[in-house]
């Protein structure tokens, strides 16, 4: 671990850090710059202690907000792989590590897929993302609730292309994926596009199914929470005095937990008087819905429609006022 010293032509206002991980250490770097003229980067590749002989890296705009690829070495003596960085709230982070882009052929048409390591974790399935090019555009959309983007921590393994369903399987290491069609086809996964139909599910409480179609007439708020997740902890006032200002003009919440949220104070009726399911290890509704961080909030009109998929808590406050205040369809 070397910390570098300050790079001199940099401005005042750059910000350092040491969380970079390259060659099996951590390294450090700078960001500097601002939104309105643009951000540029630059780490410690040779791991000499200076910031100063390291070429500027310009940060683009992409699906996840500012970022940049970098070419890398995970560990000595590993080939190399292409690691992903997030510029987000003040904070600059590994995302994730690119280990194989490449073509599949197939019978139908040729089939681009990525694998996507989180914060270079291939090792377990929960740090592994899949992308393919299910729309034949050419390029593979990995960004949060993507169509196109899959993560091995869900049994969700189907894509679809021109009709035919195929079952993918991934190495351990990330550098395999394989194909094999299937003879009977699922149904194609829910798009999550604005104006569709959300996913439909189902759950017991208190030994009663209950099922999303169920609160049609109500706007719903569907929130995703995991026990482990810091910023479902503080966003569960914010969620409270949501419903309890709005629930008697006809807002409804759906709070699904992770398995580990089982018997989680917050999810006592005292503090979520609402329908509270607890997922199963095999999280079918998170599945449904690609969840792959906490916390997520989705809305969903009185008809059933998707109106805002992984809210913030400011786009759920206007979505929800801006339904409630329509009047509902005769």
Request: charged share 25%; with cysteine.
């Amino acid at each position: 671990m070397v910390l570098a010293g300050p790079r001199r032509d940099a401005g005042p206002a750059a910000i350092y850090g040491l969380n970079l991980q390259s060659e099996g250490k951590n390294v450090s770097w700078v960001l500097d710059g601002d939104a309105a003229r643009g951000y540029r980067f630059a780490y410690d590749a040779n791991g000499d202690g200076s910031l100063d002989d390291e070429a500027w890296h310009a940060l683009t705009r992409g699906p996840d907000g500012p970022g940049l690829e970098l070419s890398y070495r995970p560990r000595a003596g590993e080939p190399a792989a292409t690691m992903r960085l997030l510029f987000d709230d003040g904070q600059l982070y590994q995302a994730s590590t690119i280990r194989r882009r490449g073509e599949l052929a197939l019978p139908e048409r040729r089939l681009a897929f990525t694998v996507d390591c989180q914060r270079g974790d291939c090792r377990t399935p929960a740090g592994v993302m899949l992308g393919f090019d299910l729309d034949g555009d050419g390029q593979v959309d990995l960004s949060q609730g993507s169509f196109e983007r899959f993560s091995l921590r869900f049994a969700d393994r189907v894509v679809h292309v021109a009709g035919v369903a195929y079952q993918f399987e991934v190495a351990p290491d990330g550098g395999e994926v394989t194909l094999r069609r299937l003879a009977a086809a699922p149904a194609p996964r829910p798009t999550l596009a604005l104006g569709s139909l959300a996913p439909p599910f189902s759950f017991e409480i208190a030994g009663q199914r209950r099922q999303l179609e169920d609160t049609r007439g109500h706007v719903v708020v569907l929130d995703f929470f995991s026990a482990g997740c810091h910023f479902c902890l503080e966003d569960a006032p914010w969620l409270r005095a949501l419903y309890d200002r709005h629930a008697a003009r006809g807002l409804a919440v759906i709070t699904i937990g992770d398995p580990g949220a089982r018997g989680h104070a917050l999810l006592e009726p005292a503090h979520a008087p609402w329908w509270v399911a607890i997922e199963a290890e095999a999280q079918p509704i998170a599945a449904r819905y690609r969840i792959d961080g906490y916390p997520a909030y989705f809305v969903i009109d009185r008809d059933g429609a998707l109106v805002c998929s992984r809210c913030k808590r400011d786009e759920a406050d206007a979505a929800v006022a801006r339904l409630l205040d329509q009047a509902p369809a005769r």
